[in-house]
């Protein structure tokens, strides 16, 4: 399968392109993605991945045997590590491009993790004040999509931030007092930025706020308001956090609604165990309501996750983080992943040997 010449077209269809989610891509989703952005490391550590049947196969193949044909990626900006800097990316946006997939580029505007309760910003950039830093996010992002578009892996969608609750690169871009105009002023660089390198690349504006409509409407009138502009919007849900299932469909329905612009789920996730494999204690130490940790109803959770985010009429799921079993040396701090655990092992579809959870399945 071939995604890269028809992607506008057959991935998000004609009414992304036009901003708008139509009727028929309301029982539809089209983007079936995995966030797999610790899968390089993984497989440099010399990591093995097994099909169901625990046959030896490559993991991008395994995933898309299972219905994933969108591929998020992470970027950081100077990571102790290396993984994942621009050059690692670059890198790894080959392979999925090679594998027939379609590219979302996740910048996180740190060296470390951004998400609703931090928003670090990069050592480069920390003594820079609110139009440095608007400088800074317009090079960092052209630079990474044009290199990308250079060596013939153009990003189909682009995220700029990640989990944004409250603003990035703190404390210049925070959401203080209901002002949205630091923020906005970041967001609008990063969007032009996309725009310059590619017009046909989707920005993606992402937030935890699949919670409540009131926190979803205060973050997305807000921007609006202030005159940023975007393509689709983003929400990650995780049912230990975000409420019910039926919650999640409502807020989808009101995005779309609102806004005029197609949903995403940037990120969800369910456990196969409550289990730990190594030393570091997991993220998510409860399962999904009525979804036991097991094999089966890790699968079922997804499914009913998709099916709910279908009911509500987004466009796409991305399972984050699939791939990340528990491998020495593939740890979850960028300033020691050496030495560091893995706190999402219980949460891969692949166990703690690398074999893949049969009963997990990307949907349309």
């Not at 990120?267 to 130490?285: C, K, M, R, V, Y």
């Amino acid at each position: 399968m071939s995604l890269r010449s028809a992607l506008a077209a057959t991935v998000l269809g004609a009414a992304v392109l036009a901003g708008v989610a139509s009727p028929a891509q309301a029982s539809t989703l089209s983007m079936r993605g995995a966030d797999v952005s610790t899968l390089q490391r993984a497989t440099d550590l010399g990591a093995r991945y097994y099909t169901a049947a625990g046959v030896p196969a490559d993991p991008l193949d395994i995933l898309a045997g299972a219905g994933v044909n969108y591929i998020r990626l992470r970027v950081w900006v100077n990571p102790v590590s290396g993984y994942n800097n621009a050059a690692k990316v670059l890198a790894y946006a080959r392979t999925v491009k090679a594998k027939g997939l379609a590219l979302l580029i996740d910048f996180h505007y740190s060296d470390t993790w951004a998400d609703p309760g931090v928003q670090t910003k990069p050592a480069a950039w920390a003594s820079h004040g609110l139009g440095a830093l608007a400088t800074d996010v317009y090079q960092h992002t052209y630079g990474l999509c044009n290199s990308l578009k250079a060596q013939g892996t153009t990003p189909d969608t682009i995220q700029i931030g990640n989990e944004i609750n409250v603003g990035m690169l703190w404390n210049d871009g925070r959401i203080v007092n209901n002002d949205f105009g630091p923020l906005a002023t970041l967001l609008k660089s990063g969007y032009n930025a996309v725009k310059a390198c590619n017009a046909g690349t989707q920005v993606l504006i992402h937030t935890a706020n699949s919670d409540s409509l009131a926190n979803a409407r205060w973050f997305y009138d807000g921007i609006r308001a202030a005159g940023v502009p975007w393509d689709i919007t983003a929400l990650s849900y995780y049912c230990n956090w975000h409420g019910t299932m039926t919650n999640l469909t409502t807020v989808i329905k009101d995005m779309i609604s609102r806004y005029g612009k197609p949903v995403v789920l940037a990120e969800t996730a369910a456990p196969f165990t409550l289990n730990n494999a190594d030393g570091t204690g997991n993220s998510i130490t409860t399962a999904c309501p009525g979804y036991p940790a097991t094999w089966a109803g890790q699968g079922a959770a997804f499914t009913a996750v998709q099916n709910a985010a279908k009911a509500g009429g987004a466009v796409g799921v991305f399972y984050w983080e699939p791939t990340w079993y528990a491998v020495p040396g593939n740890g979850w701090d960028p300033h020691d992943i050496q030495n560091s655990g893995d706190g999402w092992d219980n949460m891969a579809v692949f166990n703690w040997t690398g074999v893949f959870n049969s009963a997990v399945r990307w949907i349309s």
